[in-house]
Structures are given as structure tokens and as C-alpha cells.
Nanobody, 118 residues
């Protein structure tokens, strides 16, 4: 199993930047990938970005491409989400997730609130 702890959320003005961190512990060596999702009030949870644990290839939602960057530090078992040019519509609770192979994401962090003011 994997345990995930997020940090780095907060309040920022539109156009600003924030970096989220997700520290993983447990059986991390067998992970397939880690990802960030977000859920805005009254909306369904949506995919933001993912990164393969081995190799580091990434994927991102069209809504964040060019603004958000996902990266990892395998030595620290940590995944980051660098968020630039933030918009009010990026306001949401951001969740870190992990999975083994291509199964569904079974492991989730507690969530980090990101609020972007206009």
C-alpha cells in the first residue's frame, strides 16, 4: 500500500503561482504512476496531470497545459505540481493519487485547497 500526504495549497491572486507537493510512503517502488486531480465546488473530480514513476513521462489536461508542470523526485518519493498563471477557475481541492499498473487510482491524499482570487 501507499500513503500520500499533500502540502502547499493556499490563496493566491490570479496570475500568481503555487507549488503542491505529495510525499509518498510505503510500497512506492512498484507504483505505475502518480497523478493530480482536482474538484471544484459543485463539480466532479477531474484529472489534472500524471507522471510515470519509472521513466517520468507525463500527461496533462488541456485546461492546464502550458501553465502547470508535474515532476517527481524519486529519491524523496515526492511528486510536485508547479502551477503558474493561475486563474480563478483553477480554484479547487487538489488531490494526489497513486496506482499500481494500469488499475484505477486506489490511493489518495487528503486534499489541498487552492483558491485563486480575481
Amino acid at each position: 500500500q501507499v500513503q500520500l500526504v499533500e502540502s502547499g495549497g493556499g490563496l493566491v491572486q490570479a496570475g500568481g503561482s503555487l507549488r503542491l507537493s505529495c510525499a509518498a510512503s510505503g510500497r512506492t517502488s512498484s507504483m505505475y504512476d502518480m497523478a493530480w486531480f482536482r474538484q471544484a465546488p459543485g463539480k466532479e473530480r477531474e484529472f489534472v496531470a500524471s507522471i510515470r514513476w519509472s521513466g517520468g513521462s507525463t500527461s496533462a489536461a488541456d485546461s492546464v497545459k502550458g501553465r502547470f508542470t508535474i515532476s517527481r523526485d524519486n529519491a524523496k518519493n515526492t511528486v510536485y505540481l508547479q502551477m503558474n498563471s493561475l486563474k480563478p477557475e483553477d480554484t479547487a481541492v487538489y488531490y494526489c493519487a497513486a496506482r499500481y499498473m494500469t488499475a484505477s487510482y486506489a490511493y489518495w491524499g487528503q486534499g489541498a485547497q487552492v483558491t485563486v482570487s480575481s
